[in-house]
């Protein structure tokens, strides 16, 4: 096997200052391509000293034109290098060079919860039950870290090797800095946006990372989430009005149609909160993580 010379376009050389104040340089070879979100395109990246393997999302300088892109990339970075729990996506660092900025991040190997909905169409009870514990406990630690994510989505939600949930994309996130402070920027996904950040009357906090664990609940039981439409101002209209259903051809108990109406609650401060939310009949009995086979099919119904 030859290995690319250096010039190829498939080594990334990050050029560093050690503690003496030596220039060094750390290599890495390119290698697939992940997928893209937003300004940022994702690739593996492997560290040719270590052999460790990374998430590497790489922003061109030139897609940071505008001061508002900037500050967000800037926002993401201080947000998510804060963190640092077992269901929150491993930030491990970021570096840029003439034309790039790269940020490695854990590789979680079984992709996102988006592409395991797709490839199953739905989800079985338990298993939204076993990945919703772990989406709560990562929750949990960002609200004591006093961060909203405000894009949960299960786009953003990524499965390691193990099976475990990680909480990644902390591209739209906000830092509450004192009790009872609103936020006013329009942002998220147009299908698991809370309404009062549509109204944008009162503006909104915490509360708009539990109506998405609504939709993301929805979305695993049922294959769809609950207000998508063809037209996203037709999707507004019906989240502003909280008009949605239960598809009646799917089977799913009363517990979890109870635990998702608790959360798609118009009002932010009727939302089963995270101190009450491991109480709900919806969450009594669930696996610690499910098994690999059911990333292509169900669990058995032992
Ligand atoms: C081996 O690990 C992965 C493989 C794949 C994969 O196979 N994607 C293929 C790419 C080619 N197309 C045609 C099919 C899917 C996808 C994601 C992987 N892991 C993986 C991807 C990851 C992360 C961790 N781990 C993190 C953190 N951020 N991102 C990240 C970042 C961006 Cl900007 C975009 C995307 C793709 C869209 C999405 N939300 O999944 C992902």
């Not at 030139?62 to 998510?80: N, T």
């Not at 996203?232 to 209209?237: A, E, H, I, S």
């Amino acid at each position: 096997v030859d290995l690319p010379s250096p010039i190829d376009s498939q080594i990334v050389i990050e050029t560093y200052t050690d503690s003496t104040g030596t220039e060094c340089q750390k290599r890495y070879r390119k290698g697939n391509f992940l997928g893209k979100g937003g300004f940022a395109k994702c690739y593996e990246l492997t560290d040719l000293e270590s052999n460790i393997k990374y998430a590497a999302k790489w922003i061109t300088k030139a897609s940071l034109s505008k001061p508002r892109a900037k500050q967000k990339l800037k926002s993401e970075i201080q947000i998510h290098r804060s963190l640092e729990h077992q269901h929150v996506v491993k930030f491990h660092h970021h570096f840029e060079d003439k034309y790039n900025i790269y940020i490695l991040l854990e590789i979680c190997k079984n992709k996102s919860l988006n592409d395991l909905v797709k490839r199953r169409k739905r989800l079985k009870e338990v298993e939204a039950k076993c990945y919703i514990a772990q989406i709560i406990s990562g929750m949990k630690y960002m609200n004591n870290r006093n961060v909203i994510h405000r894009d949960l989505k299960l786009g953003n939600l990524f499965l390691n090797e193990k099976m475990e949930v990680k909480i990644g994309d902390f591209g739209l996130a906000a830092k509450v800095v004192f009790d009872g402070e609103k936020k006013r920027t329009i942002c998220g996904t147009p299908n698991y946006i809370a309404p009062e950040v549509l109204s944008s009357r009162v503006g909104h906090s915490y509360e708009v990372d539990l109506w998405s664990l609504g939709v993301i609940t929805f979305t695993m039981l049922f294959g769809r989430p609950p207000f998508e439409t063809r037209d996203v101002k037709l999707t507004y209209r019906k989240i502003k009005s909280n008009n949605y259903s239960f598809p009646s051809h799917v089977i799913v108990s009363d517990e979890s149609k109870d635990f998702i109406k608790s959360l798609l609650k118009t009002d932010p401060k009727s939302r089963l909160g995270l101190d009450k939310i491991m109480d709900h009949e919806f969450l009594q009995n669930y696996p610690e993580l499910l098994p690999a086979s059911t990333l292509s099919c169900p669990p058995s119904r032992s």
